[in-house]
Structures are given as structure tokens and as C-alpha cells.
């Protein structure tokens, strides 16, 4: 996998670089220790030296992994410019589907359910989303659809099995542990059958009964209704709405 490509998806994605002087720029991600693996693929990839990734504990107790470039380079300075000045959105230029496949394992998520699995990428650092939403069309070669969250961003909804045609060729490249991302969790899946199926177990006398109720309510309420009508409280109170009128 190109090291260019998969430093684009990174900074596309968790990645970030900060600057500790003119010229010393630093390449930093974190992940949950859960996905100490994929830094240590992704630290292999990218086109610099890189230190660790290192396991950390914040303050919360919560134990992380972070990987780090050891020393600077011209490309980051370059990429950091991209990234914090020229715009955001200039990294899109240089993205290819190696990229977007690094972008995806950051950023992207396979929505398990009963019936299907929803492929999902997330951005809140976009401007232009229709450009984005172009150029991953361009890259996949089918229509995805883009549903915004909030006024920062949202997510591009990609089809699952247009997505996984795509990009099977390029599994055996990818770290194996990640590969729940796309969708191909089978474990997940029967997870999300057996969930629904004890809902609708486990609620099914409650929706019964709520149903039951609604309708007793509502036969009460016409029966009050016909015997007022029928008393003729109904009509002396609509006789004295229209008079006061």
C-alpha cells in the first residue's frame, strides 16, 4: 500500500499534525487500545519513522495507543500546510482509494442490524461535502449519499455490498482485526438478529396491552361524547359558544 496514500487518509481521518518550531512538524494519532494493532499496520505504511505506538492512560483511567513520527519532515510541513492553511479540503485532490480506504478505517463504521449492515464515513472538518461526496463517487464508481448532522458535518452513507465489490481486492492488505468495519462481523450480526428477536419477545405483551388500552380509551371517550349529545349538555354548551360570539 502506497505510504503517501495512507498518510492522506490518516490526516483525512484521526490523524493530526502538530508544529513545535518553523521547521519540526509531528505526526500524532490515537486510537483505543483495542486498535493498537491497526497503528502498528499503520506505522509500517506511512512514508516516515515512527515511534511506537505507545499505550498511555489519561486521566479518566482510560488506557489509549498513540503513534508519533520520530523526527520531522519536509512532507509534513507540506501536509500541514494543506491540512490547517490552504484548507481542509485540498487533501481531497491527492485522494485515491488507498486513501479512502485508510480514511474509512478512521472515520467509518458498519451500522450492524437484523437486515442489513449500513457502511457509514464521517467528517465534521469539510467544507465543501458535495465535492467530497464527488470525489469518493469518482473513486468507488457508484452514487453514495451524504446526510448532514448538524452545521459542522455528517455522514456519507455508502451501499454495503457495491462498497465491499469495490474493495475486496484490497483486504488482503488491511489489518484483519479491522475488518468488522466493513461490514464482515458475522458474529455482530447474528448479535443484532438475536437482539431484535428478544425485543419483540420480551416487549411483544407490553405492546399488547398498550394497544388494548388506546383502543379502550378511545371507547370511553365516544360513549362520554354520545351521552352528553344525548343529555343535550353538548348543545347547551354549543348554543352558549355561539351566543357569546
Aim: charged residues 30%; glycine residues 8%.
Amino acid at each position: 500500500m502506497n505510504g503517501m496514500q495512507v498518510l492522506v487518509g490518516s490526516l483525512l481521518g484521526d490523524g493530526s499534525i502538530y508544529k513545535k518550531s518553523e521547521n519540526c512538524y509531528i505526526f500524532q494519532e490515537s486510537h483505543s487500545l483495542k486498535q493498537h494493532s491497526y497503528l502498528c499496520w499503520k506505522a509500517r505504511k506511512l512514508p516516515f519513522e515512527c515511534s511506537g505506538p505507545k499505550i498511555y492512560v489519561r486521566k479518566t483511567g482510560q488506557k489509549d495507543t498513540q503513534l508519533r513520527s520520530l523526527k520531522a519532515s519536509v512532507v509534513l510541513k507540506d501536509f500541514w500546510k494543506m491540512k490547517y492553511k490552504t484548507g481542509f479540503d485540498s487533501l481531497l485532490n491527492l485522494l485515491g482509494i488507498e486513501g479512502l480506504l485508510v480514511w474509512f478505517l478512521d472515520d467509518g463504521t458498519a451500522i450492524y442490524s437484523a437486515r442489513h449492515t449500513e457502511i457509514r464515513l464521517c467528517n465534521y472538518m469539510l467544507k465543501d461535502f458535495d465535492g467530497a461526496k464527488q470525489k469518493i463517487e469518482s473513486i468507488l464508481g457508484f452514487k453514495i449519499i451524504f446526510k448532514r448532522q448538524s452545521s459542522k458535518g455528517g455522514h456519507f452513507v455508502i451501499p454495503s455490498l457495491d462498497f465491499y465489490e469495490r474493495i475486496k481486492s484490497y483486504l488482503g492488505m488491511l489489518p484483519r482485526e479491522m475488518y468488522y468495519k466493513f461490514g464482515l462481523d458475522e458474529s455482530r450480526r447474528e448479535m443484532c438478529k438475536a437482539r431484535t428477536r428478544n425485543f419483540y419477545k420480551n416487549n411483544r405483551e407490553k405492546y399488547e396491552n398498550y394497544r388494548a388500552n388506546t383502543k379502550l380509551k378511545r371507547v370511553e371517550y365516544d360513549r362520554s361524547r354520545w351521552e352528553k349529545r344525548k343529555s343535550g349538555n353538548w348543545i347547551g354548551r354549543k348554543l352558549a359558544i355561539c351566543d357569546v360570539s
